[in-house]
Structure formats: C-alpha cells, structure tokens
C-alpha cells in the first residue's frame, strides 16, 4: 500500500521550505522505519525501499521548485529504470536518512541517486533515470535543461552509468529492440 499520509506530510514540508535550485543541492528526509514497511523478517521490505524513495525525488523537485516548472508545461516525471544495490538491512523502528542528488544525465534522461542511510553508513543506495514526457513522449533533455533554468551536471562516470541503467529502455524508445 502506497504510504499517503507520509506523502502528503513530505510535500508539506517540502513546499514550506524551498530550497535554491541553482544549487542542486542533496537534500535529506529523516525517516523511520515503521512495521508497514517490514516483511517477515521485519526489516525494510525490498519494495518499499523503491516506494519511500519515490518519496525522497518528490521531496527533491517540490523543494527544488523543479515541479512547478516542469507542471507549468504539462511535463510529467517518470522513473525509467532503477539500479538498487542492498548492502544492510534497516530494521523495525530504525531511524534513517533518505538523501536524494542528481548524479547527472545523458542524452535522455536525468540519473538520481538516492542512499538511505543509518548513523553515517549506507544500507541502501539507489540510481534511478528519470524521463520527462509530455503527450507526445520524451522530452528532449537540452528542452528539461532549459525548462529548469540550471546546469545539469553531465560527468563522464554518470552518463555512462545512465547508459548501462538504461539500455533497454533506450533500445525500446528507438525502437530497436526486438
């Protein structure tokens, strides 16, 4: 089930406390983990990290005034792929931090990286594509740079994993694929 009142508590927070958007700043959510959140073994379920970091990029454009932007031309933000590497659980009622950064972009998209954290080591980490689409699809991401008004960063390293994350969904837009 979709978390909506941690959600609606996010965005809350996120529109009262803007951030400047030139500075594409990581941004950081405390959280909690709450029994909702927890499989058998009760530590944080495999898909509900995919779930709260859906909460961390919505937190990111809200405060980055990125959403307002990218609404204002009828854009919409969807996650394209994710690459998740576990490295140790989060356990029932565990505090941790959810920090969200853009790492970069390539031709298409632009590539998020999420890490959730827990007393300053990483449980969690996450690169995530993101397209912008109108009704007719894709957005070209020199028109998203420009509906921004930032410089998106484009690091050789961060390009090429885009690439790797994407393959498939790059094939399948072109067309390509069989």
Avoid: K
Avoid at 10 to 37: F, G, H, I, T, Y
Avoid at 64 to 80: D, E, F, I, Q, S
Wanted: proline share 4%; glycine share 6%.
């Amino acid at each position: 089930m979709y978390p909506w009142l941690r959600a609606a508590g996010v965005a809350a927070r996120a529109l009262a406390s803007p951030v400047d958007p030139s500075q594409q700043q990581p941004l950081a959510l405390a959280l909690r983990v709450w029994p909702n959140d927890c499989d058998a073994n009760l530590h944080l379920n495999n898909g509900r990290y995919l779930t709260l970091a859906d909460l961390g990029r919505m937190d990111f454009f809200l405060r980055h005034r990125w959403w307002r932007r990218l609404a204002g031309r009828r854009w919409n933000v969807v996650a394209t792929s994710v690459h998740v590497l576990y490295r140790r659980s989060l356990d029932l009622g565990q505090r941790y931090r959810l920090v969200t950064q853009i790492a970069g972009t390539n031709e298409r998209f632009l590539l998020m990286e999420q890490r959730f954290q827990r007393q300053g080591r990483t449980c969690c980490i996450l690169y995530v594509s993101i397209g912008v689409i109108d009704s007719r699809g894709l957005v070209a991401i020199e028109d998203v740079r420009t509906a921004l008004g930032v410089a998106l960063p484009t690091p050789p390293h961060a390009a090429e994993l885009a690439r790797q994350v994407d393959i498939a969904i790059l094939d399948d837009l072109d067309g390509t694929s069989t």
